[in-house]
Each structure stands twice: as C-alpha cells, then as structure tokens.
T-cell receptor
Framework: SQQGEEDPQALSIQEGENATMNCSYK?????LQWYRQNSGRGLVHLIL?????REKHSGRLRVTLDTSKKSSSLLITASRAADTASYFC??????????FGKGTRLHILP | SAVISQKPSRDICQRGTSLTIQCQVD?????MFWYRQQPGQSLTLIAT?????????ESGFVIDKFPISRPNLTFSTLTVSNMSPEDSSIYLC??????????FGQGTRLTVV
C-alpha cells in the first residue's frame, strides 16, 4: 500500500533553477525519508527527517516536515543535469516498515 | 551504511516457472524487507522477513506466491512462484538501520515471457 503522495508527478525545470517536490502522507510516522532513483538503477537515500524535526539540510537539499499537515517538501537548489531522476518520499512508523509514495519524476533541462 | 548483494541482477523466465532471488547483507540485521517495483511505478512492500519467524505479508501478497526464507541474520530469499507476465518487475531487498534509513540492493529485474 502507498502511504505518501508526491506532488507533482512530473517536473521539468531549467538547469540552475530550484526544484520543489511535495509529499503528503496519511498516518502518524516516526520519520520521513527521501530517496532518489536514476532510471533503471537502485535507490539512493538522500535525507531522513524525524517526526520531532521541522527542517533539515544536506548540501543542496532542504527538507521540511509539517506533522500537523502530514506533509513534507524536498527542495533541490541550483539544479544540475545529474539531478534528473525520480524522487520518492517514504515514511516509517513504529514497526519499521518503510512505505513509499508514488514519486516525482524530475527532469533538468540544459 | 550497509552493503547489500542481490542476485540475480536480471533474468528472463518462462511463465509458470519460479525464480528465487537471494539477498546477502554485510552485517547482521533483524528485519529485511522485500519490495516490488513495477515498470514506471513506485516501490510496493511485499513482506517483512524476520529471522526465526514467518514472514509478514502486506495486503495483496500471499506466501504461496512469494515464499520467503530467512535462515540467518544476513541472508534472505524471495521466490516468485508460478510466474506470469504480470510478475515482470524489479524486486528489491532492503534493510533498515537503527537510525531508520533504509539501504537497498541493486534489484533483480525480472521479465516473464
């Protein structure tokens, strides 16, 4: 079953612009994570934010979490061609199962 | 981090046959997870494999179709039984660390013809 719903489903931006992807979920969580998947490749863990945190940064990535709205956002600043990939949010609760959202396909235009 | 070796990396199988996918982790973990990723879709959790107990299956997945073994804390197998073209997907195993982040194998790309 899917827990998260990413928005938008697909996003195309010019290289150098910022990309923002949103995720909404339905149930209470322990943490929320974002992953990247390049076409046909494995998943790469980007960042984890715990339910008691509101914002985290990692390099060009900024993640926010609003547990009252059950939503999160991933911001990629100064996008690069190499950022072209699918991005998934995933939530984890007390049973440690990680449930993925449907994903956002990001395409960086040269 | 965790290093996860999954094999085979890909296979083409005849309908009606079964394929067993192996997942080896470089350290002991309590829980291992198996996911399916259908073409162009997200990951769907199939089951959680705990060492020493039966796997726990998610809604829509049954043991007869996806039997799982977990003989020790570093290894698990997933079998896709009596395959049909609808089973063509990428199958991934995963482990979660104490901090909560998950690590994934490179996946097994299965094509059923």
């Amino acid at each position: 079953s899917q827990q998260g719903e990413e928005d938008p489903q697909a996003l195309s931006i010019q290289e150098g612009e910022n990309a923002t992807m949103n995720c909404s979920y339905k149930t209470s969580i322990n943490n929320l994570q974002w992953y990247r998947q390049n076409s046909g490749r494995g998943l790469v863990h980007l960042i984890l934010i715990r339910s008691n945190e509101r914002e985290k940064h990692s390099g060009r990535l900024r993640v926010t979490l609003d547990t009252s709205k059950k939503s999160s956002s991933l911001l990629i600043t100064a996008s690069r061609a190499a950022d072209t990939a699918s991005y998934f949010c995933a939530t984890s609760n007390r049973d440690d199962k990680i449930i993925f959202g449907k994903g956002t396909r990001l395409h960086i235009l040269p | 981090s965790a290093v996860i070796s999954q094999k085979p990396s890909r296979d083409i199988c005849q309908r009606g046959t079964s394929l067993t996918i192996q997942c080896q982790v470089d350290s002991q973990v309590t829980m291992m997870f198996w996911y399916r990723q259908q073409p162009g879709q997200s990951l769907t959790l199939i089951a959680t494999a705990n060492q020493g107990s039966e796997a726990t299956y998610e809604s829509g997945f049954v043991i007869d179709k996806f039997p799982i073994s977990r003989p020790n804390l570093t290894f698990s197998t997933l079998t896709v039984s009596n395959m049909s073209p609808e089973d063509s997907s990428i199958y991934l195993c995963s482990v979660a660390r104490d901090r909560g982040e998950a690590f994934f194998g490179q996946g097994t790309r299965l094509t059923v013809v």
